[in-house]
């Protein structure tokens, strides 16, 4: 679960809802149905018009990825494709075939197939590039889903107030009803802004930064898959596929292989003291 996303969210909403105690409102103050079901609906039909049915009908879904997607970390993605490595360079590409037992990630099994089939190296970079092209392409567009739905409800929101002010006009007759019901009529532009601002479109960029992560992990994967079917050294291939890593994975992974490191020392002196 990404609490970022939820913690976002709360901090959002109870600050509207703070602010608008500290001014003396009320909850009951920011709640209009009508205004609620015209922004909510009418964005979510706009959105609907705007793409296929089937990428409209992916936005629950995609809502969630933003909440319940767990994301790979690259240095435990870097040791099991050295793992790998060393196992290839000890006993040959088919004992591999074992360790894509109960994998999940479907990329990483389709191009470890392929390695082990002995498929020409251009053509498994040029067969798992054109699957991440297309990953990238879907992820795109979730995202896209979401910035749309972003833009159109404060004009949803703009529209239920024009509507509202109709209304209001229409009742001159009684200007101690005006005021609040111009207030009621402004929640409709309330309900748009903040949803966009505090739903949509922040959601959009977490989409975004979950692909940007994704690709990385996969491109990553691409590298290391065509480093263990050259048969380079484990070593070499851990150098090559820290490159990808941003500094502090650099200093967790340093951090990791000294532990490691240590950890061999002591088992050695171990050994050879009951020896």
Do not use: F
């Given at each position: 679960m990404d609490l970022a996303t939820l913690l976002g969210i709360i901090i959002a909403v109870a600050?509207?809802?703070v602010c608008n105690m500290m001014e003396d409102g009320s909850l009951a103050s920011l709640f209009n149905p009508s205004a609620l079901i015209l922004v909510v609906c009418g964005t979510l039909g706009a959105t609907i018009i705007s793409f296929s049915l089937q990428d409209a009908l992916a936005l629950p879904k995609l809502i969630m990825?933003?909440?319940f997607n767990k994301q790979q970390n690259p240095l435990n993605v870097i040791d099991m494709l050295v793992g790998c490595a060393e196992k290839a360079r000890r006993e040959g590409l088919l004992v591999l075939q074992e360790s894509l037992t109960g994998n999940e990630d479907p990329f990483l099994v389709r191009g470890m197939n392929l390695v082990i089939d002995g498929a020409?190296?251009?053509?498994v970079r040029g067969i798992l590039e054109t699957d991440l092209a297309f990953l990238e392409r879907r992820h795109s567009t979730g995202a896209g889903v979401l910035e749309t739905a972003g833009g159109y409800a404060p004009t949803m929101g703009i529209i239920g107030t024009v509507m509202g002010l109709v209304q209001v006009l229409g009742k001159l007759e009684n200007p101690s009803e005006l005021g609040p019901a111009i207030a009621v009529a402004f929640l409709a532009t309330f309900y748009g802004i903040a949803s966009a601002n505090m739903f949509w479109l922040p959601l959009a960029a977490?989409?975004?930064?979950?692909?940007?992560g994704e690709t990385l992990i996969k491109e990553l994967m691409i590298e290391g898959m065509l480093s263990i079917q050259a048969g380079e050294n484990?070593?070499?291939v851990r150098e090559k596929l820290e490159a990808f890593l941003a500094p502090k994975f650099h200093r967790e992974a340093k951090e990791a292989?000294?532990?490691?490191d240590a950890k061999d020392a002591?088992?050695?002196?171990a050994e050879r003291k009951a020896g």
């Open positions: 600050s509207v809802l990825l933003t909440v020409d190296p251009a053509l977490k989409l975004r930064l979950r692909n940007k484990p070593r070499i292989k000294d532990a490691k002591k088992e050695q002196g």
